[in-house]
């Protein structure tokens, strides 16, 4: 875990492997390039001349560059880390905290293997404080667990993550510097965990493994938990669940976690899709799509993360986390294209297709949520292989039984930096999951998968509740290369758009 410290001290001083600093493109029709706020002090050490030595070395100052070059004389660092941040902002404004998140992700990437380094970046307030601590943060990610010797950094593959963050201009002594500091702490290592338990391999993560990590989190959180295993499923009559989990060797588990507040005035309920492996089922994925369905249990991870972030932040809104655990196997005992389940709710679904299983287990966990009459719920999950083809690998879909919530959910994850985009539920498209022997089937038409998919799941929401479904199947697993602060491997995708909404509607404005 990497530490955070804010410091007002000067770079020169400092004690640190290296300082960062940012450096802009200039604007349009202008030359070269521009240091940014924040590394003044260290741009007079080079005599003022920083920027034309970076241009020398190449640098541009675009998103994600990185430069190294030696610290000024007399400065007890002895690298400065120039960090690009893309075009200037216009005159009177400041960069993007997304921006400054991204560059602070790609300098911690940088210096991983290094102990200390300190973040002479540009920021105005606190809101820039927390995101250059976020970014760094969660830049500074790496999972090592399975490498060989990886608890020793000196025979482990890979170099150690980066082990402190200084935020430079940021005072610890002031309370809304402190408040962003403690809240990037919190969100980032629950983050940071969620993408440990989507990166561990299903071999070592089945339902019930993660069950017991959930456990063991909510115990040191206060936060109260229930675990439902195959016997309790089986009398509560989750066949949703069941029928999903009937071809694994282990066995499914529903988790409940409930953070209450005394002070809470509404209540959520955040629901996660945990399929710990998505073998396809009896409808077997072909090689080439199987390989990376560890990540089928992101959203259940995300939904964890984010409330024990509540918790840990201690905000005034009680949150309910529903994880909706199974294996997807093929087996003697799986579910056969064909069965029909008893849902949880009481409607039957025919299962044509056993690799629509994500809405299944959401199907009984919606339902089940929607009993207590929450303020709000939002699904996440790695649904549909069609909202990566709509909306590529970094965007998130959002979909909802209430226009003015959807905007707001996608309000939130703007404001957190998550790309996301909302999408339509076509009435039209239900017909295609009429079943001559079920209530509904599991599959509908191929086009607009994604929108089918949230139409099945809109079948299983209480009368009268608010709903929302994020289809986070592009965004939650990184195939490509670390950009950012995004590792490769699992991201924690929407972990930060929940904790947003929570602390939204606690401050009562959501929407
Ligand atoms: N877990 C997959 C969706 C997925 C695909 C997530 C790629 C991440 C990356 C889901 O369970 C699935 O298999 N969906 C099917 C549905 C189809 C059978 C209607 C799909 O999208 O192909
Ligand atoms: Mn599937
Ligand atoms: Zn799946």
């Not at 300082?19 to 604007?27: F, H, L, N, R, Y």
């Not at 399975?146 to 150690?160: F, H, M, T, V």
């Not at 959180?221 to 949703?240: F, N, R, S, T």
Request: aromatic content about 4%.
């Amino acid at each position: 875990m990497t530490a955070l410290t804010l410091s007002t001290a000067a770079a020169s001083g400092l004690r640190a492997d290296a300082i960062v600093v940012g450096v802009a493109k200039s604007p349009k029709g202008a030359k070269g390039l521009s240091v940014a706020p924040g590394a003044e002090a260290v741009d007079k050490a080079y005599g003022g001349k920083l920027a034309g030595v970076l241009e020398t070395l190449g640098a541009s100052g675009a998103e994600g560059e990185v430069t190294k070059l030696p610290a000024p004389s007399g400065f007890k660092a002895p690298l400065v880390v120039a960090v690009g941040l893309g075009a200037e902002p216009e005159k009177d404004s400041s960069f993007g905290t997304e921006t400054l998140r991204r560059a602070a992700g790609a300098a911690a990437r940088a210096l991983a293997g290094s102990k200390k380094a300190a973040f002479a970046l540009p920021v105005a307030d606190a809101g820039d404080v927390g995101a250059v601590a976020e970014g760094a943060l969660l830049g500074a990610y790496a999972f090592d667990a399975y490498k060989a010797n990886g608890k020793d950094p000196k025979a482990r593959n890979g170099k150690a993550p980066l082990a402190e963050v200084a935020v430079l201009g940021a005072k610890p002594r002031d309370r809304a510097h402190k408040a962003a500091a403690e809240r990037a702490t919190a969100v980032t290592e629950e983050l940071n965990r969620a993408r440990d338990l989507i990166n561990t391999p299903p071999n070592d993560l089945n339902p019930e493994a993660f069950a017991a990590v959930a456990q063991a989190a909510a115990k040191e959180h206060g936060i109260k938990v229930q675990v439902l295993d195959e016997k309790a499923l089986e009398k509560g009559g989750y066949g949703g669940i069941l029928g999903v989990g009937a071809g694994s060797a282990s066995a499914p588990r529903l988790v409940k976690l409930s953070y209450t507040s005394s002070k809470a005035k509404k209540h959520l309920a955040f629901i996660g899709k945990g399929i710990t492996y998505d073998s396809g089922g009896i409808s077997l994925k072909p090689a080439g799509h199987n390989e990376t369905m560890k990540c089928d249990m992101s959203g259940a991870a995300a939904v964890f993360a984010a409330v024990v972030a509540a918790a840990r932040l201690g905000l005034e809104v009680n949150v309910t986390g529903w994880l909706a655990l199974a294996e997807n196997m093929p087996s003697g005992s799986a579910t056969r294209p064909g069965d029909v389940l008893r849902m949880y709710s009481g409607k039957t679904v025919e299962v044509l297709n056993t690799d629509a299983e994500g809405r299944l287990v959401l199907a009984d966990a919606i339902a089940r949520a929607c009993e207590e009459k929450p303020d709000a719920v939002v699904d996440v999950a790695t649904l549909t292989g069609a909202m990566m083809l709509a909306l590529g690998n970094r965007t998130f879909g959002i979909m909802a039984n209430d226009d003015a919530f959807r905007s707001a959910v996608h309000e939130a994850a703007e404001e957190v930096g998550e790309a996301a985009w909302p999408m339509p539920l076509p009435d039209h498209l239900r017909k295609g999951m009429d079943s001559p022997t079920a209530d509904l089937a599991n599959i509908g038409e191929r086009f607009g998968g994604g929108l089918v998919a949230g139409l099945f799941l809109k079948e299983f929401v209480g009368e009268g509740i608010t709903w929302a479904h994020l289809d986070i199947a592009g965004p939650a697993f990184n195939e490509s290369g670390p950009f950012g602060y995004t590792p490769k491997g699992g991201t924690g995708s929407a972990v930060r758009t929940l904790v947003r909404l929570a602390e939204l509607t606690a401050s009562g404005d959501l929407g």
